[in-house]
């Protein structure tokens, strides 16, 4: 007993500290966790606007440019003119 009060301020303090730090809802642990999980959103966000920019560029390149066009729809859909073969010789990738 005589330990518990000579280290009573002590004991609290750890104790208090060990509460909020980590089992209360604003605990230590889960401000790390939400640090983590807020920068993997920042970072597919700026995948996404990457992806949009590119994604604009080429839908510009598209609407002023008809070769734009043809050069996807023989690359992605394999169409051909009147007067050609088209030949696949490997295709172990996806087309996009």
Avoid: W
């Avoid at 002590?10 to 230590?28: E, R």
């Avoid at 008809?66 to 996807?72: L, N, R």
């Avoid at 169409?79 to 295709?91: F, G, R, T, V, W």
Wanted: proline share 1%; hydrophobic share 40%.
């Amino acid at each position: 007993m005589k330990f518990l009060s000579h280290y009573k301020y002590l004991i609290v303090v750890i104790i208090g500290t060990a509460i909020v730090g980590f089992l209360d809802d604003n605990s230590f642990v889960r401000r790390v966790k939400y640090e983590i999980q807020i920068n993997n959103l920042k970072a597919e966000i700026e995948r996404y606007n990457a992806k949009h920019r590119a994604d604009s560029i080429q839908l510009h390149e598209l609407k002023n440019n008809p070769k734009a066009i043809e050069k996807i729809a023989r690359g992605r859909y394999f169409m051909k003119a009147d007067d050609e073969d088209i030949y696949i010789l490997k295709s172990d990738e996806t087309v996009e």
